[in-house]
Each structure stands twice: as C-alpha cells, then as structure tokens.
C-alpha cells in the first residue's frame, strides 16, 4: 500500500520527517534509542515510498540541461573554493590542508565515504524525494526553493555549529535551484560532492564531524 496523497496528510508527514526528527537529535536528555529509532524509521519510510513509485527514478540526465549545470557549476564553485580556503586559512589555519599534508589515505577515504555514504543519501531525501513527494504543496518557487533549504540545513542542527547551519542553508538554495532546472539526482549529486570534497581538502571537515 502506497502512503496517502492528501495535502494534510503530506504536511503530517513532512513536519515529522523533516522538522520534528531533526530536532529530537538535539533535544538534551533523551536515550540515544529514543533519538535513532525515529531517525531510522524515518529513512525507511522514505526508502519504501521511494521504492513504491515508479516516478521516483534516478534518471540520467536530459543532454539539453547539461550546459546549464556545467556553466552554474563553474560560476559557483569558483567563488566557494576562494570563499572555503580563505575561511581555514584565516581561522583555523593549523587545519589549512591538514589532511592532504598529515595523511593522504585518510583523505581519499573520507572524500569517498562523504560522497557515497553522506551525499548522495541527502540528496536522494532531500531533493529527489522532497521535490517528488512535496513540491505540489509549494506554488511559488522560491518558497518552495527556500523551505527546502531550510529544512536542509536543519538536518545539520546535531551539528551545534552556526557556520554548519549557514553553509548548509546557503547549500541547501543552490541545490534546490540546481534540481529545480535539471531534475537530476545524479547532477546535484556531483554539485554538492564537489562542493563538499573542496571545503574537507581545504581542512573544514572538523565542522562536519570527519577529521580534518
């Protein structure tokens, strides 16, 4: 049996998953089983209804939106790979490279897990499900695009830093707009694991709970 459509059932259902889940990560106090079970639950109810759609593919992309994405990509990356360095090297400058020049192994294990194991999950949930599952309860678009990312960057909330939160939000836009335009699971993957892969190199993973 496919999960309910209604309009108020979809708002249930996106207020547990995607605010009252995160937030129980944080809520002091509680036993770790009282914070994982939810979370775990959540992920398989999302994998079923992900799996009980066919609609919910993660197609190749259209060649017609490939100039697009390699165009926004470079136009963005640039300024996040001057934007990141310069942010280590300024206040966290013993963390400037640091896996890169301390232990190169390390590194490449920790750009794979990221991308396989935290990437592509994310954005699974957050943009091919949430677009699929809850992008008709958004008229606007920006609304949509901003909701998104906010409840993108509240994922992040166990994190306890406000720079994750930032980042994660101002991420969470571009992701949202890159999906909006190509539909591609695939596409915002890569977006989001350049993005990502460039900041842990520069030494920003200690903020993101991997070494650094």
Known sequence: MIAPTSKRYLYIELIILFLI???LLVVPGLPFWVKIFPVVTGFTYVLFIIYSYSKFKFFKPEKKVLPYFGKTLLIRFIP?????TAFVYFFSPQDFFGLVRNDISLWATILFVYSVGSVLPQEVIYRNFFYKRYRKLFNNTYTYIVINA????LCH????SWIVLLMTFVG???????????????????EHSLYGLWLFTAGIGGLLAFPS
């Open 150 to 153: 906010l409840l993108f960057a």
């Open 157 to 160: 909330l166990f994190l306890k």
């Open 172 to 190: 969470g836009i571009l992701f949202a707009m890159t999906y909006e335009k190509t539909k591609s699971t695939f596409l915002v993957t890569v």
């Open 21 to 23: 889940i995160p937030v």
């Open 80 to 84: 996040i790979v001057i934007a990141g």
